[in-house]
T-cell receptor, first 113, second 112 residues
Framework: DSGVTQTPKHLITATGQRVTLRCSPRSGDLSVYWYQQSLDQGLQFLIQYYNGEERAKGNILERFSAQQFPDLHSELNLSSLELGDSALYFC????????????FGEGSRLTVL | TQLLEQSPQFLSIQEGENLTVYCNSSSVFSSLQWYRQEPGEGPVLLVTVVTGGEVKKLKRLTFQFGDARKDSSLHITAAQTGDTGLYLCAGEGDGATNKLIFGTGTLLAVQP
């Protein structure tokens, strides 16, 4: 158990819909990272927050957005969903502002039909 | 764009065999991490190598960072079924950066 909690574990929705994935980091960790994992693209970095502020952006689509709340939990919002958005979405946390060891949650599996 | 290519992509071996997984890039990394991911789980950190040429051992696993800090290898001696999983290398760029770039992954299956 990494201490990182992600909900929901599984989500099935239709194209065009919007979903929200939630992440609670390890106690004391200020950084939250979001990654997308698919068979053809591997593990792709989406975005990072540190203590409530956006710190780095990766290959995140404009249809996706995220935020980190004062209690440090984070949400990833995915809108206008397409079939290609089907993937595993991982949240990871770290005590450091700049990477270091990442502690991953178990992921949220999104299926878009 | 920093890319990390891993080889082989897939590896199926018998218990007791040795194997090596490679992680290569044209970019220099300040450090390199190796993770193992099991089905239904998130990746778990195995080791971090920081210095060019550094070798670290974790029981039957030996990790090496290339002298130029562009590549790394993972060698497993006498593989066990419990070693089955997806092995991912991840590079941290030079300077202060928030992006950990993951490799393409090597899926290892160790047969009993």
């Amino acid at each position: 158990d990494s201490g990182v909690t992600q909900t929901p574990k599984h989500l099935i929705t239709a194209t065009g819909q919007r979903v929200t994935l939630r992440c609670s980091p390890r106690s004391g960790d200020l950084s939250v990272y979001w990654y997308q994992q698919s068979l053809d693209q591997g593990l792709q970095f989406l975005i990072q927050y540190y203590n409530g502020e956006e710190r780095a952006k990766g290959n995140i689509l404009e249809r996706f957005s995220a935020q980190q709340f004062p209690d440090l939990h984070s949400e990833l919002n995915l809108s206008s969903l397409e079939l290609g958005d089907s993937a595993l979405y991982f949240c990871a946390s770290s005590p450091r502002q700049f990477t270091g060891e990442l502690f991953f949650g178990e992921g949220s599996r999104l299926t878009v039909l | 764009t920093q890319l990390l290519e891993q080889s082989p992509q897939f590896l199926s071996i018998q218990e007791g065999e040795n194997l090596t997984v490679y992680c290569n890039s044209s970019s220099v990394f300040s450090s390199l991490q190796w993770y193992r991911q099991e089905p239904g789980e998130g990746p778990v950190l195995l080791v971090t190598v920081v210095t060019g040429g550094e070798v670290k051992k974790l029981k039957r696993l030996t990790f090496q960072f290339g002298d130029a800090r562009k590549d790394s290898s993972l060698h497993i001696t006498a593989a066990q079924t419990g070693d089955t999983g997806l092995y991912l290398c991840a590079g941290e760029g030079d300077g202060a950066t928030n992006k950990l770039i993951f490799g393409t992954g090597t899926l290892l299956a160790v047969q009993p």
